[in-house]
């Protein structure tokens, strides 16, 4: 059976007697509505523009340069004819960073292009949120409604493409394919879209593993909740799509001269057994469990005299939903009703494990990652619908809510439920809006725009588009930022930048230089004293040969994850060895090596030894 469809759809709904055409029902019936397809047709742009404009607006605003730089770096990377895992490492964003390749190409690298990336997915977010409900037979303004809600807490609280977030639209992707082959499709059609599902999880998983790894269950119970003689064809499509992915892309990577052993170390061993260590902390830490399972419960919301924290009412109404329909469906009393009841709540189980499924995702998300938790809950507002649908199914007994299928008392009651609904998940979106989006949170700081309103206009010409702002362990302004990049344009050599900001190296026209897209010690970085660490650093030292690097970028004393450069000792004593100058710029300070003098770089293994290292 497919999920939550009927396999006829003129049958009376279960536990409901079939209505008659009497004089007395046709007075308690509402004449049918005309069709809405060319209002749908019209709803849907604004949808994508809402969802668009919404995060290029929260987008422009702050600099956050851990989080703003990645899929930045890695995109610039990529037009300067570096290939991941042959000419730099890390452990997620292949897909993101492509994407963002394109944009680049099309639009020129600056802020303008970086941040329209993330409104154009934020604005299909939208719509596949829309497209979801509609697979459901949810009603239009619940489906745009969802959309709405949908594309405020997706992209807005970052404004700029990222890796989790990219992960998230594709597992939503994968699921509206599969809601789609085990719904909708027939003929060729039906084993087409099973076989690219694995395809729009495969990218999530080239995002970042976590959470396109949970999409596999979400879709993989999908397909069981067929009927029996096509959930097994169903879940084959899916074995051979996987494989087939898989396929292509081994034979990309052969192609662009991908060297495997990096890709093991780099996106498979650190970050597993970085996801181990966190899993292990969790375990001998009940603090640190109920604290990274509880999050969804705790978010601020600014009251008079200061803030408060409230209760994310969301995430609690997803709790009830689901206590109460478990209570519905595995009640035993004799009644009439009270078996109508439970007869409707078992039928809808599949779509209520959908809407558990999306909420589980964002859950175990938030709880298994390092970001703040107000970035993983997109399909919060998305769960709160299918559970609302399940609900007025359950409790009404009808189906698609059409005014033509219910009696006015009913129609009264679900109309005064839907205003409700709405009137709480407009409260609860304001409130995120307000303090998420328009705050900035999710960079670890709360926008002023008094502060930073004079640093406006002395903005470097890549960066205009952006309205500055910056978490407070970043201490540099706008006008640093102008002054290295024009310094260093002004002069020959390469660059190498010992910081968060590696948004530097497009900035100067200069070839990235750091063997990883970021430093994070035991993730995209090994951890020093390591021996794989020694190898790494013997990469970087190489690189300064390749790429003639004549100037250090320093950022205060260390990243934000704590990587300084005391850290990597043979980098140290070579910048020691060698004659240099220093120049403060503010926070920033450039250490310009061999001034005015050839440089031969530094010294590098020899060429057995270095043959023995992973390239």
Known sequence: MSVGRPRHKNRAEPGRAHRGKSPGAKK?????????????????????CFGAALSLFYGRTGFMPLDHSIVFDGAWRLLSAQIPYRDFVTPNGIVPIAVQALFFRLFGVNWFAYCLHAAVFNALFCLLAYALLRLLDAPRW????????????????????YLEQHSFFFVLLATVLALAASRRAKGALWPTLWLLVPAALGFGVLSKQIPAVLGFPLVLAIALAMNRGRRFRAAGLLAAGTALFAILVWLLARAAGVDFEQLRIYAL??????????????????????????????????????????????????????????????????????????????????????????????????????????????????????????????????????????????????????????????????????????????????????RFRSHQTDMPQALSFMKWGTPGAYAFL?????????????????????????????????????????FHPGLSTPRPGTELFDRYEQ???????????????????????????????????????????????????????APGA?????????????????H
């Not at 004449?31 to 949808?47: D, I, Q």
């Open 28 to 48: 308690a019936i509402i004449a049918r509505s005309p069709s809405r397809s060319a209002v749908e047709y019209a709803a849907l742009p604004l949808l994508a």
């Open 142 to 161: 619940l489906a745009f409604f969802g959309g709405i809600l949908s594309g405020i807490v997706f992209y807005p609280p970052l404004g700029t493409p």
């Open 269 to 450: 061993e650190l970050p597993s057994a970085l996801g181990q260590e966190r899993l292990d902390n969790f375990l001998h830490d009940s603090a640190a469990l109920s604290e990274a399972f509880l999050w969804p419960f705790r978010h601020r919301i600014k009251i008079w005299h200061g803030y408060v924290y409230y209760t994310n009412y969301s995430a609690y109404v997803i709790v009830l939903c689901g206590l109460g329909y478990c209570f519905a469906a595995l009640q035993h009393r004799r009644s009439k009703l009270w078996n109508g009841v439970r007869t409707r709540a078992r039928a809808m189980m599949p779509v209520v494990g959908l809407a558990a499924g999306l909420a589980a995702v964002c859950w175990l998300t938030a709880a298994f990652t390092d970001n703040l938790q107000e970035n993983n809950i997109p399909f919060v507002y998305i769960a709160l619908a299918i559970f609302y649908l399940v609900a007025t199914r359950i409790v009404f007994g009808t189906r698609t809510l059409a005014p033509d299928r219910i009696s006015e008392r009913r129609l009264v009651a679900t109309r005064s439920a839907s205003l409700g609904l709405i009137l709480f998940a407009l409260f609860d979106a304001y409130m995120f809006n307000n303090q998420v989006n328009a705050d900035r949170v999710v960079h670890d700081f709360v926008y002023d725009a008094r």
């Open 478 to 518: 706008p006008g640093e930022v102008k002054a290295v990049t024009e310094y260093v344009r002004a002069r020959q050599g390469g660059l190498f930048v010992l910081g968060d900001a590696s948004v530097f190296y497009a900035l100067t026209g200069r070839q990235s230089t750091h063997p990883s897209l970021w």
């Open 539 to 593: 990469r970087l030292l190489d690189n300064f040969g390749r790429y003639d690097v004549r100037f250090v970028l320093l950022e205060g004393e260390r990243t934000w994850l704590r990587a300084r450069l005391a850290d990597f000792g043979r980098l140290s004593a070579y910048i020691a060895e060698t004659p240099h100058q220093d120049t403060s710029f503010g926070f920033c300070r450039l250490i310009e090596l």
């Open 598 to 614: 050839e440089q031969t770089g530094p010294p590098g293994l020899s060429g057995a030894a270095r043959a023995e290292l992973p």
